[in-house]
C-alpha cells in the first residue's frame, strides 16, 4: 500500500518486484547499451531536450502527484520539480562535459589525450524525501554520456517517478535505455549482485550507506552514498536577526524536517544573543502552519508544513523527544500530540523546539528527520566550528554574520561539504556537485553537474605516434 501521510488514505498499490524482476530490467539495460553508447551525443542529449518540454508541460501534475504521496507543501513541491529540471538542463550539455583533453606534442612527434567513455549499466536506489529531483542528479547524466539506467524508486513513494517514466517513454527513447523497477531490498541487493551493473547510486541513510558501499566495493563497482545529515546553524552577535529567523525557520520546518539540507541545530556564539534567539525563534515556529498541504485553505500559504512519511517514522521522531527529555534537554517548545482536522490518521509532528542542548545528547548527534530544532549555546566561533567538527555528520553547515571575517574563517575551517553564509539550505545550484563529508558521504564523486560525468565515464588515455610514410 501507498499511503497518502496527510490521511492515512492508501491512494495506490506498489510492486515488491523479485530478484528475477530486476535482473530482467538489468538485461534489457545492457542488451540496449551496445547501441545507446554509440548513439552520437548530440543525439543522446535531444532525448533529454524532448523530455524537459514534457516536465515543463506537466509540472503542476508532476508537482500535485508528489504532494500527495510524500506530504510536503506545494511551494516546497514545485521547488523540488524545478531542481530536477534544472538537472536536466545541465545534462543536455553534455557535448561540452564529455569532451576530453588533448595534448599536441607530448613528447617528440607524439601526441596524446584522454578520452571519456561510458561504461554500461548503472543503477539507482532512490529515497522517499525527494521523489523527483534525487533521481535527476543522476540518471540524465548516466543517458547523456552513453549509459543505460536501471532505478528504483522508495516504495513509499513511488508515483511520482511512475509518471515521470511516462513522459519519458513519450520521447521515443530506445528500450531498455532507462528501466524503472519498483519494490523494496529485494531489488537493491540484486543490483548488487548483478555483474552487468557497473555502479550504484544511493541516497539514504548513512547505515545503509555503508552497506551499499561495502557490497559494492565487494564486488568491484563503482559507488555514490550520500547518507545522514545533522545541518548546523551558527549564529553571530552582528547577524540581521530577524532575516536570519526568517531563513532559519524554513530551513529547520521544510519538508517537516525531512531533507538531508534541513538545519536541526542553532548554535548561538554568546549568551545574550542564545536568550534572543530562543525567543524569536520559538515565537516564530508557533506561527508554522501544519496541515494538510493539499488543504486549500493553506496549499499556496508559504511556510506550510505537512506529515511526516510514515507512522513508523512518526514513532521514531516521538522516540527522540522522549529521549531529548529525559536527557536534560529544555523541551520549549512540544509538537506532539497536534490535531488535524479531517487528518486524524495522518502523521503529523508539529514544530519542536529543544533548548539547553549540548554536545553528546542523542538529540543532537542522532538525525532525527522530522520537525524536532536544538538550540545551543557557546561562547566564541572556534568553539561553534568545534562542535560542527565533532560531530559525525558533515553534510551541511551555515553561519550568519555580516562579517566578512566570520564568514571566511567558516567556510575554510567548517568540516561540511556545503557551506552557507546567510543561507540556511546551501543546497548548490544544478551545475556543482552536490554532497557532504564524513557520515554523510561514502564515495569520492557527488552528485549532479559536471563533477558527476567522472562516475559514468572511464578516462582511456591515447599515446600515439605515426611515422613517415
Known amino acids: 500500500d ?54 515543463k508541460e506537466n509540472e503542476k501534475q508532476i508537482t500535485l502527484t508528489l504532494v500527495e504521496e510524500m506530504g510536503k507543501s506545494i511551494p516546497d513541491a514545485y521547488a523540488e520539480t524545478k531542481r530536477a529540471i534544472e538537472n536536466l538542463e545541465v545534462a543536455c550539455g553534455m557535448p561540452v562535459l564529455q569532451q576530453g583533453e588533448k595534448l599536441v606534442g607530448a613528447a617528440d612527434g607524439i601526441d596524446a589525450e584522454v578520452i571519456r567513455q561510458p561504461m554500461g549499466v548503472f543503477a539507482l536506489i532512490a529515497p522517499f524525501n525527494f521523489p ?60 548488487m549482485a548483478n555483474p552487468l551493473v557497473q555502479g550504484v547510486s544511493v541516497v539514504g541513510s548513512s547505515r545503509v550507506c555503508k552497506i551499499v558501499a561495502s557490497k559494492c566495493a565487494s564486488e568491484g563497482k563503482r559507488f555514490q552514498a550520500m547518507g545522514g545529515a545533522k545541518n548546523h546553524l551558527v549564529v553571530m552577535p552582528d547577524a540581521n536577526l530577524d532575516k536570519a529567523i526568517q531563513n532559519m525557520i524554513t530551513s529547520c520546518y521544510g519538508c517537516a524536517g525531512q531533507r538531508c539540507m534541513a538545519a536541526s541545530v542553532i548554535v548561538c556564539v554568546g549568551e545574550d544573543l542564545y536568550w534572543n534567539v530562543c525567543d524569536k525563534f520559538i ?4 506561527e508554522v502552519i501544519t496541515a494538510n498541504p493539499l488543504d486549500p485553505k493553506v496549499a499556496y500559504e508559504p511556510m506550510v508544513m505537512g506529515p511526516v512519511i510514515s507512522a513508523k517514522s512518526k514513532q521514531f521522531i516521538l522516540d527522540m523527544i522522549k529521549t531529548g527529555i529525559e536527557e536534560g534537554a529544555t523541551l520549549a517548545l512540544d509538537g506532539r500530540g497536534l490535531a488535524i482536522d479531517g487528518c486524524e490518521n495522518g502523521y503529523f509532528i508539529g514544530p519542536t523546539v529543544f533548548t539547553d542542548v549540548k554536545p553528546g545528547m542523542a538529540i543532537h548527534s542522532t538525525e532525527v528527520f522530522g520537525p524536532v530544532v536544538s538550540i545551543m549555546q557557546v561562547d566564541t566561533l572556534d568553539e561553534a566550528i568545534g562542535v560542527i567538527n565533532a560531530h559525525q555528520y558533515g553534510n551541511g553547515a551555515s553561519i550568519y554574520t555580516q562579517s566578512g571575517h566570520y564568514a571566511r574563517k567558516f567556510k575554510l575551517e567548517a568540516n561540511a561539504g556545503m557551506i552557507g553564509v546567510n543561507v540556511g539550505i546551501p543546497a548548490p545550484v544544478a551545475y556543482l556537485p552536490f554532497g557532504g563529508m564524513k557520515a554523510s558521504l561514502l564515495s569520492d564523486i557527488k552528485a549532479q553537474g559536471k563533477a558527476v560525468v567522472n562516475f559514468f565515464t572511464q578516462d582511456k588515455i591515447v599515446t600515439e605516434r605515426f611515422f613517415d610514410e
Open 132 to 191: 523527483a529531483m534525487v533521481p535527476f542528479w543522476f540518471f540524465p547524466y548516466a543517458l547523456a554520456t552513453g549509459n543505460t539506467y536501471v532505478m528504483k524508486p522508495s516504495e513509499l513513494v513511488p508515483n511520482t517517478m511512475r509518471l515521470i517514466t511516462e513522459y519519458i517513454d513519450r520521447t521515443g527513447l530506445p528500450a531498455g535505455v532507462f528501466n524503472l523497477v519498483n519494490g523494496d531490498k529485494t531489488v537493491a541487493d540484486a543490483f
Open 283 to 286: 515565537a516564530a515556529s508557533r
Open 2 to 55: 501507498v499511503e497518502n501521510p496527510s490521511t492515512g488514505q492508501v491512494i495506490s498499490r506498489v510492486p515488491l518486484s523479485t530478484e528475477a524482476e530486476t535482473n530482467r530490467a538489468i538485461e534489457s539495460a545492457h542488451a540496449a547499451y551496445q547501441a545507446w553508447s554509440r548513439t552520437p551525443v548530440s543525439r543522446r542529449a535531444q532525448y533529454l531536450y524532448d523530455l524537459l518540454g514534457l516536465l
